[in-house]
């Protein structure tokens, strides 16, 4: 199995902005598709973005597109989300995950495993 680590929650005002990280275990981290997910109370776990395994495609939901940016280190294991012009919207845990392929990039039933979550809290 994988094991996958968020970092880099916190609290910030509109309009600044944040990096998560997510840091996996193994030596096969080249292998997984990556996603970052986020999920606000009372709400389902909404897709953000993802990037691929090979070549880094990146997908994004229309509501953080132009404002988020997926990238990925294979030599870190890390995978990162960089957040920029937050929205008090944007205020969720947010999570990374981990499939080993295919598509229906954005649902979460698609990916094999799952980070324990980061709290992002955007003040207006």
């Known amino acids: 199995q994988v094991q996958l680590v968020e970092s880099g929650g916190g609290l910030v005002q509109a309009g600044g902005s944040l990096r998560l990280s997510c840091a996996a275990s193994?030596?096969?981290?080249?292998?997984?598709?990556m996603g970052w997910f986020r999920q606000a109370p009372g709400k389902e776990r909404d897709f953000v973005a993802a990037?691929?395994?090979?070549?880094?495609?990146?997908y994004y939901a229309n509501s953080v597109k132009g404002r988020f940016t997926i990238s990925r280190d294979n030599a870190k294991n890390t995978v990162y989300l960089q957040m920029n012009s937050l929205k008090p919207e944007d205020t969720a845990v947010y999570y990374c995950?981990?499939?080993?392929?295919?598509?229906?990039?954005?649902?979460?039933?698609?990916?094999?495993?799952w980070g324990q979550g980061t709290q992002v809290t955007v003040s207006s």
């Open positions: 193994g030596r096969t981290f080249s292998n997984y598709a």
């Open positions: 995950a981990a499939r080993s392929g295919g598509t229906y990039y954005s649902v979460p039933s698609r990916y094999d495993y």
């Open positions: 990037i691929s395994r090979s070549v880094g495609s990146t």
